[in-house]
């Protein structure tokens, strides 16, 4: 049971280079999350997706773009990379939100440690 | 907006000593409340979550938590700690949506023998 995937784990781009990074969640779960985290600001929210077929900006999107492949599937997207975009990256998943409107505990993948220089 | 506050950046415990991280929310209603847990290299674990309620909640690891709404807090606590314990904690507050879950800037667990 793997809950959550990111790939890659680690990578190193050069300023203006693009990448896309992968996260793939098999608990058949509605909602996913992009977060960035660095030293001392906690978790930040990039990019979620409610549902399939939806996706709405978090508190820091500007530099990224997501697309919700599928159910299992949210992928992040650094059109042109800048050093301030370093950092690393988590995913997560969580089942829809509770009858009661209640936000529901997310599952987190590993992170992609992406630095660029 | 919501927001949440951990005032301790670092604490050390000795293995064996009780512990209770701070975590101090600021929210209008009554907040969902998350603790979660981060190994190195990892991501971010569920320990425990209140949402309505019994204010004293059981997580996992032997962890728990009180909600205090007078104080507007949600401090996590263990009366015995491993070593194995060493991580970095989070806490959360969702004022529910999907999107509305603020995360507090962490609390670094260090376990001296």
């Known amino acids: 049971n793997a809950g959550v995937t990111q790939t890659p784990k680690f990578q190193v781009l050069k300023t203006g280079q693009s990448m896309t990074l992968q996260c793939a969640q098999d608990?058949?779960?509605?909602?996913m999350y992009w977060y960035r985290q660095d030293p001392g600001m906690g978790l930040r929210l990039i990019y979620y997706?409610?549902?399939?077929?939806?996706?709405d900006k978090g508190e820091v999107p500007n530099g990224y773009n997501v697309s919700r492949l599928n159910k299992r599937e949210f992928s992040l997207r650094l059109e042109s990379a800048a050093p301030s975009q370093t950092s690393v990256y988590f995913c997560?998943?969580?089942?829809?939100?509770?009858?009661?409107?209640?936000?529901?505990?997310?599952?987190f993948g590993d992170g992609t440690r992406l630095s660029i220089l | 907006a919501q927001s949440v506050t951990q005032p301790d950046i670092h604490i050390t415990v000795s293995e064996g000593a009780s512990l209770e991280l701070r975590c101090n929310y600021s929210?209008?209603?009554?907040?969902?409340l998350f603790w979660y847990v981060q190994s190195p290299g990892q991501g971010l674990q569920l320990l425990l979550k209140?949402?309505?309620?019994?204010?004293l909640v059981q997580g996992i690891k032997g962890f728990e938590a009180e909600f205090k709404r007078s104080q507007s807090s949600f401090n996590l606590r263990k009366p015995s700690v491993h070593w194995s314990d060493a991580a970095e904690y989070f806490c959360?507050?969702?004022?529910?949506?999907?999107?509305?879950?603020?995360f507090g800037t962490g609390t670094k667990l260090q376990v001296i023998p």
């Open positions: 929210y209008g209603a009554t907040p969902y």
């Open positions: 997706s409610a549902s399939e077929g939806t996706t």
């Open positions: 209140y949402f309505s309620g019994d204010t």
């Open positions: 959360a507050v969702g004022t529910g949506g999907y999107q509305k879950v603020t």
């Open positions: 608990m058949n779960h509605n909602s």
């Open positions: 997560a998943s969580s089942v829809r939100r509770g009858l009661e409107g209640q936000n529901q505990p997310q599952h």
